[in-house]
């Protein structure tokens, strides 16, 4: 199944990520923005063959105002909804080519859990030669932080001022569905992390996704030097959980096997997010209870035979 | 060869010879036959483009925009609330100035459900950046798609272009096809702004309003340039092929004291009308209107016509009849008929001539005559 197979890189500290940069000086992103960081890392493991479909999202904005852009790929935008389809039809015309270039799909949670849902499922139904990321700020950030599908339980935004009652849509259970050769689960705040599981993704013929926490100082009312510290309080509650799943088989990472064993309180991730500020006990515990059926269900699968 | 063939299946013989790299369609009636048809060929062999069976009319147009940025040639087909799905992405097609090309089986819109031919749906289209050519017979469904991907493709065009044929009346009636080996009458697709990941760009990204206009004339421009494209490609197809299209097709005009102006079969009908007109002593013409975008200047000077509508903006009136009424100060009757499929003969054309009232609007099957 694999069509590329450079050996991947061992990354065992920061230093050894390659030093090209693609996504430059000048974007227009928020202090402390992790889809940016995020970003950075997927294009230093995915290289110069690369384009980008990005659809209706933070990086439209940030990639900096025509005719300049601030990423040294090619960047294609594409309407909020239809960024897998239009990967699709780009992946295929580029097969047919000849060409092996990496089409990837950079696409919020709004983009991707909501709106562009129909197009992505029907690219991976199609068994489409692409790797879709999804950066998730965990609600539309681009128009001021409004619900998504992807904001968890109790969480204030500006459409949901009394705290979100409805819980997050569990997308990688839907991507998993469609049985893709290989997905996973990231965060910006683990960019070594983050880059293995790009170049191994792009290693594979087929639709690929990689869902990518994204915490969002505006969105989540912290202050901007705690991006990366929130990323890993998100991991060390188990609020978020890394893994992979290859041909099926899940794999829970290692950052996210120490916080089964031995989580930190739920509370040290709610409150330092102002998004979070006002939540009741009883929603806590809904969300503790969500977690560790999360948890167990992930451990179960991944000690099935 | 000569053959037999539906107006969809002419469509996919065109298709076939001008061999797109991607095609991307999603089912629709009436124009399931040109998809099925597409991808028969494909499976069998015959055509080696990839086919891609989206999900959805949305996703065909983003696919095929996706599919054009690399610099391949792209086609899809659709009908009413396909189209409508694909608006959104039919503006960015034309916006991002890829030559997608595109067959639409003219039908009604819901609801009802009506899968019967009515050109709303197309004309729904009208402002997008998609130039518009409307056929009338099987063999002119087939060169008017070679044609399409020539004129789409030429670097002073670079604008999607939709094929118009109406559904059923068209779409699945049997008439002679003959195809042709188009050769080096579709050179080569050559995208100057194709994707080039040695030469990064950013495409479609902020645009200021400072720019955003420029944009948007440079769409205006090209579709202006395009007239002279279009006449050109229509000559040498002529030249090599022998087969003579304009941007109106005129029946008898020259000394016509009324003119009957319509699209589609109701067009070519309206030949037949103008014959039995004739024959009672009405000086009748028919000037079937082929391209809507870019609209031509048409001829009607010291005339009175007669403006078949098989749609309506509501609110408004005739579509087409109000495109003419802003070209001419010529009088207008305009006749709204063939709506949802309603049955509309060379008879009924003729007796909209025989009881024009000009400066009127009369709904066919509404109205009664005066």
């Known amino acids: 199944m694999r069509i590329r197979s450079p050996p991947l890189q061992e990354l065992d500290t920061i230093a050894e990520i390659p030093k090209e940069e693609y996504v430059l000086k000048c974007t227009s992103a928020c202090a402390g923005c992790s889809d940016s960081l995020a970003l950075r890392y997927v294009l230093k493991a995915a290289g110069p063959d690369t384009v980008l479909v990005v659809p209706a999202c933070c990086t439209s904005v940030i990639q900096g105002i025509w005719p300049n852009t601030a990423f040294n790929v090619p960047v294609y935008n594409i309407a909020f909804g239809a960024a897998a389809a239009c990967a699709s039809g780009m992946s295929n015309a580029f097969r047919a080519a000849g060409k092996k270039t990496n089409v990837i799909v950079y696409a919020g949670d709004g983009g991707t859990l909501d709106i562009g849902i129909q197009a992505m499922s029907g690219a991976f139904e199609r ?33 949901t001022p009394a705290g979100k009652t409805d819980a997050k849509k569990d997308i990688d259970a839907i991507i998993a569905a469609h049985d893709p050769p ?28 990689i869902h990518v926490l994204a915490p969002c100082p505006p969105g989540w009312r912290y202050s901007t030097e705690k991006t990366v510290e929130m990323g890993k309080l998100a991991v060390k509650s188990g609020m978020w959980v890394l893994y992979e799943r290859e041909y099926g088989r899940l794999t829970i990472g290692a950052q996210s096997k120490a916080a089964m064993k031995k989580p930190i309180p739920l509370e040290d991730y709610l409150a330092p997010q102002g998004r979070f500020k006002g939540i009741d006990a009883k929603t806590v ?17 991944e000690a099935a035979p | 060869m000569k053959k037999i063939a539906t107006g969809n299946k002419a469509v996919a013989e065109a298709v076939k010879q001008v061999r797109p790299d991607v095609i991307a369609a999603y089912p629709i009636t009436p124009q399931t036959e040109i998809v099925e048809q597409i991808a028969e060929f494909v499976s069998g062999g015959e055509l080696k483009s990839r086919y891609i069976p989206v999900e959805s009319e949305h996703s065909a147009m983003a696919a095929c925009i996706g599919a054009s940025i690399t610099g391949a040639r792209t086609f899809t ?18 916006g991002a100035r890829l030559p997608v090309v595109m067959a639409n089986v003219n039908r009604s819109l819901g609801p009802g459900w009506n899968i019967w031919a009515e050109h709303t749906d197309a004309l729904q289209e009208r402002d997008t950046g998609w130039l518009q050519v409307y056929v009338s017979t099987v063999q002119e469904a087939y060169d008017a798609t070679l044609m399409a991907f020539r004129i789409a493709e030429h670097n002073d065009v670079l604008l999607p272009v939709m094929i118009n044929l109406d559904g059923f009346l068209l779409s699945h009636i049997m008439q002679p096809l003959d195809t042709i080996d188009p050769g080096d009458f ?15 760009a950013g495409y479609g990204g902020l645009t200021g309003p400072d720019q955003q206009f420029r944009v948007r004339w440079d769409i205006e421009r090209s579709m202006r340039d395009a007239v002279k494209v279009i006449e050109k490609t229509q000559e040498e197809f002529a030249k090599r092929f022998g087969r003579k299209y304009g941007f109106t097709e005129d029946y008898l005009c020259g000394d016509a004291e009324v003119i009957i102006v319509a699209m589609g079969t109701l067009g070519k009908e309206a030949e037949v009308a103008v014959d039995m007109l004739r024959q009672e002593g009405v000086k009748a013409g028919s000037m079937r209107l082929r391209w809507l975008r870019p609209f031509p200047k048409l001829n009607l000077k010291g005339k009175q016509v007669v403006v078949i509508d098989r749609d309506y903006s509501f609110g408004r009136g005739g579509i087409l009849a109000t495109e003419i009424t802003a070209q001419t100060k010529e009088q207008v009757a305009s006749i709204i008929a063939g709506i949802g ?4 003969t060379y008879e009924d054309i003729a007796d909209f001539v025989r009881h024009r009232c000009m400066g009127t609007e009369f709904w066919f099957g509404v109205d009664k005559y005066v």
């Open chain 2, 186 to 200: 579709i050179p080569p697709m050559s995208l100057p702004h194709a994707i080039d990941t040695k030469n990064p």
């Open chain 2, 77 to 94: 087909a659709t009908s009413s609330h396909g189209l409508l799905y694909m608006h959104e992405m039919t503006n960015w097609a034309a």
């Open chain 1, 182 to 209: 290989y997905q996973a689960t990231a965060a910006a705040a683990y960019p070594q992390d983050l880059f293995k599981k790009v170049q191994k993704a792009l290693t594979f013929r087929g639709p690929t996704f």
């Open chain 1, 127 to 159: 068994g489409t030669d692409f790797l879709y990321i999804c950066y998730d700020n965990e609600a539309y950030g681009n128009t001021g932080m409004q619900r998504s599908g992807a904001t968890p339980l109790g969480a204030r935004t500006t459409t």
């Open chain 2, 341 to 344: 499929g309603q049955e509309v």
């Open chain 1, 285 to 301: 515990d809904i969300i503790k209870q969500r977690i560790a059926r999360n948890l167990a269900r992930l451990a179960a699968e």
